[in-house]
């Protein structure tokens, strides 16, 4: 909004990522396009020249706050979760065992996600939730090669999920179906 409103305002876009659009990347479902669609509206934005992305900088550690804060009129800090939330249960840390944190990153391209090493031989996969990136990962399990290939999803992830044995999911979740915290999309 501040970039329409003044072409006396640019925006400087520092990001751990080495490529720019964040969640909207790394974190929705490649078969969700029309969601994706936003990194149409953020690249006109860049391309008017009042917008620029510095990718592979981690803040607090390759620049510190404090410097952000010298340069710059106003600081906005958004992030994610910069690291995996553990249950504390009993065989968390087995072999297989993943975050969806983790999966997501793989089939979408993280570069830390890039070489996890995914066992899809059984055909049961079972996970832990019931909001919308749980149901993002049991569709991407369960969804035809046919279907995935026309996404955006990873060629090292196709080509895993395409061999896959998986046919089950069974989704475990702490409460009853009223709730669930995913849309109707997501189903």
Same mark, same amino acid.
């Given at each position: 909004?501040?970039?329409?409103?003044? %072409?006396? +305002?640019?925006?400087? +876009?520092?990001?751990? @990522?080495?490529?720019?659009?964040?969640?909207?990347?790394?974190?929705?479902?490649?078969?969700?396009?029309?969601?994706?669609?936003?990194?149409?509206?953020?690249?006109?934005?860049?391309?008017?020249?009042?917008?620029?992305?510095?990718?592979?900088?981690? +803040?607090?550690?390759?620049?510190?706050? =404090?410097?952000? $804060?010298?340069?710059?009129?106003?600081?906005?800090?958004?992030?994610?979760?910069?690291?995996?939330?553990?249950?504390?249960?009993?065989?968390?840390?087995?072999?297989?065992?993943?975050?969806?944190?983790?999966?997501?990153?793989?089939?979408?391209?993280?570069? %830390?996600?890039?070489?996890?090493? *995914?066992?899809?031989?059984?055909?049961?996969?079972? *996970?832990?939730?019931?909001?919308?990136? @749980?149901?993002?990962?049991?569709?991407?399990?369960?969804?035809?090669?046919? =279907?995935?290939?026309?996404?955006? *999803?990873?060629?090292?992830?196709?080509? $895993?999920?395409?061999?896959?044995?998986?046919?089950?999911?069974?989704?475990?979740? $702490?409460?009853?179906?009223?709730? =669930?915290?995913?849309? +109707?999309?997501?189903?």
């Amino acid at each position: 909004q501040l970039l329409k409103s003044s %072409e006396q +305002i640019s925006v400087d +876009i520092v990001d751990r @990522a080495p490529a720019p659009f964040g969640l909207v990347r790394y974190g929705v479902a490649p078969d969700h396009p029309e969601v994706k669609n936003v990194i149409n509206q953020f690249t006109a934005l860049a391309k008017k020249g009042q917008c620029q992305f510095y990718g592979n900088v981690d +803040i607090g550690g390759d620049v510190p706050l =404090v410097a952000l $804060r010298q340069a710059y009129h106003g600081v906005v800090l958004a992030y994610g979760a910069a690291s995996d939330k553990k249950l504390g249960v009993s065989g968390e840390d087995l072999a297989n065992m993943l975050s969806a944190q983790q999966f997501v990153g793989w089939y979408n391209g993280v570069p %830390e996600n890039a070489d996890l090493s *995914i066992d899809l031989s059984s055909d049961t996969a079972v *996970i832990f939730g019931h909001g919308n990136v @749980a149901l993002d990962v049991a569709r991407i399990l369960l969804l035809p090669y046919e =279907v995935l290939k026309k996404t955006d *999803i990873t060629d090292h992830a196709l080509e $895993r999920l395409r061999n896959s044995c998986v046919r089950k999911v069974y989704l475990v979740g $702490r409460r009853g179906p009223l709730q =669930v915290s995913f849309t +109707i999309k997501e189903l």
